[in-house]
């Protein structure tokens, strides 16, 4: 049996979608003459603290993969679990409405109709609300990751745009939980929602939980996600305002953006294309905690990385990367769809 691909990431995530809170805005960064040219002078050296606050970001994203690799070392060797049990998926953990949904999904006369029957579906924007989590796991799972937050264990943003909150994978639950809710009861679903997107054969995955609350994240700006599908599942606690709101497609545009909002629903989640543009209004009162899990499948992305919308300029990644393989050009030929073979 031939070994698996290494998973690598894409050279632009060194250079683009640098995200500048002050401006709400996501650059490209290759040097500072380019920037101004890109952005104008203005632009350039008055967000984020000027051009500081960009370049310090590239830098991170740099130093990234070894940074990363020391604190999922320090993590493992030093902290303390509140709930152990919760880094294992256990059947119990999850709802019993979910599990019929993915018995139906790897059932032999399983198709999009009758899934549909299962969710909540939101306009035309492929948007799908399901059960996924029982209250009692949601309960253990937030304190865990407030244990884990109160500890003195060195902690990693999720992402550029978030600031408070836990990348999985350090704190040691990629392949024990995340990896088999992708494989075992995910991908089932995704294959009937998303066929277009590789939903058969989602191979990878970056997954973090976020944290709002009055005094730290409130809200979160207009974006896409560096997914094929995204899963959102609100995990409490109690909370007020903080919707979610979704526009067009990324690839698909219109000229006036119609937006709809969405409520959050304790133990649910939402499915989504992570090209739909999206974001999340403030939150008025309370604290809310939401697992998000970025699913992607290779033979899509290996064709056009969806962050630069070039061919992928593959480099070393930790774990998943960025959920890209290295391909020959000879593996498979044009005319083959992998996931249509699911």
């Known amino acids: 049996m031939a070994a698996a691909r290494p998973f690598r990431a894409c050279s632009c995530f060194f250079s683009d979608n640098v ?56 993590i493992a060797s030093r902290y303390k679990r ?5 880094y294992i998926l256990q059947d119990s953990f999850l709802a019993p409405e979910f599990l019929e949904i993915v018995s139906y999904c790897t059932s032999p006369d399983a198709h999009l109709d009758g899934l549909l029957r299962y969710t909540e ?37 999720p992402n550029s745009m978030n600031n408070y909150g836990v990348l999985l994978n350090e704190i040691g639950m990629d392949e024990n939980f995340v990896t088999p809710l992708r494989e ?21 995955h ?45 690839q698909d545009p219109s000229p006036v953006p119609n937006y709809i909002e969405v409520e959050h629903v304790g133990t ?10 999206h974001g999340a209004l403030p939150i008025a009162s309370g604290e809310r905690w939401n697992l998000i899990v970025w699913m992607r499948a290779s033979t899509i992305r290996n064709r056009l990385c969806p962050m630069c919308n070039q061919k992928p300029e593959l480099v070393e990644a930790e774990g ?23």
């Open 320 to 342: 998943f990367g960025d959920g890209f393989t290295e391909t020959a050009e000879d593996d498979v030929p044009e005319t083959v769809d992998l996931c249509s073979l699911w």
């Open 206 to 250: 970056k997954a973090f939980v976020v944290k709002y609350t009055l005094h730290e994240d409130l809200d979160l700006s207009s974006h896409y996600d560096n997914a094929e599908v995204t899963l959102n599942v609100s995990l409490g606690k109690d909370f007020t305002e903080g919707n979610l709101y979704f526009g067009d497609f990324r």
């Open 121 to 157: 579906s939101f306009s035309d924007k492929r948007i799908y609300r399901l059960p996924v989590f029982t209250e009692e796991f949601c309960r253990a799972f937030v304190e865990e990751l407030e244990n884990f937050e109160q500890s003195d264990m060195p902690k990693g943003r």
């Open 82 to 86: 509140k709930h152990p049990e919760v």
């Open 268 to 277: 649910q989640g939402l499915l989504h294309r992570g090209g739909q543009i």
């Open 184 to 204: 075992k009861y995910l991908r089932p679903i995704t294959a009937l929602l998303y066929p277009d997107l590789g939903g058969a054969c989602l191979d990878s």
């Open 19 to 74: 995200f500048v809170r002050r401006c709400g805005l996501h650059v490209r960064y290759r040097h500072r003459e380019q920037l101004r040219g890109d952005y104008g002078t203005v632009t350039a050296e008055g967000c984020g603290g000027g051009r500081l606050g960009i370049e310090e970001e590239v830098q991170r994203r740099k130093q990234l993969i070894h940074q990363s690799a020391e604190r999922k070392a320090i």
